[in-house]
């Protein structure tokens, strides 16, 4: 309780949000939504976004797709990539990342770096990343880090899922 009204106060001292009140912006450069065309219900398309916005874990999201699939029929892209956009978005939160662009040129993702909202073992991951010469990835000294299109594993994963893989490795405990 005491800790917890200390990174409130220390949050609001330094005008940042607190780590359960935040939501990492995302930037995906694809379309992710539920089309009007796909579920024409509004309401019901209210109550899933609600329900993604709230989901905790990959399992909740499966169960989201699944009932998207017996209601409505196969997913279209753009309600897949919702998908995707939501679990990204879930370990993004887990490795602190207020930000994530997806370009053509590579993945932008800003960390908090400061030692109350951030992880140590990923800002340590993320600093053994940028020291390697071989993979080209730059760190600026605002904590973003830039990962170049070559170093992902876009023929492997695609590119959204290969920005989801190498969040997992960024989560992932040694």
């Given at each position: ?140 000294p605002d904590g973003e880090l830039f990962v170049p299109a070559v170093n992902l594993k ?19 405990a040694d």
């Amino acid at each position: 309780m005491y800790a917890r009204l200390v990174e409130e106060a220390v949050a609001e001292l330094k005008n940042e949000p607190l780590m359960d009140d935040y939501e990492p912006e995302m930037a995906l450069g694809t379309a992710a939504y539920l089309p009007d065309s796909y579920a024409p219900d509004t309401r019901a398309r209210i109550m899933l976004y609600r329900r993604l916005s709230r989901a905790l874990g990959d399992g909740e999201i499966a169960e989201i797709e699944e009932e998207l699939i017996d209601r409505f029929g196969p997913l279209p892209p753009e309600a897949e990539n919702l998908l995707e956009l939501s679990g990204m978005k879930i370990l993004a939160k887990s490795v602190r990342a207020r930000r994530l662009e997806i370009t053509d040129q590579g993945v932008r993702i800003s960390f908090f770096s400061d030692g109350v909202n951030s992880r140590a073992d990923v800002l340590e991951k993320v600093l053994d990343l940028a020291r390697d010469p071989v993979r080209r990835m730059t760190l600026t000294p605002d904590g973003e880090l830039f990962v170049p299109a070559v170093n992902l594993k876009i023929k492997s994963y695609g590119t959204v899922g290969s920005v989801r893989h190498f969040l997992e490795y960024l989560d992932a405990a040694d």
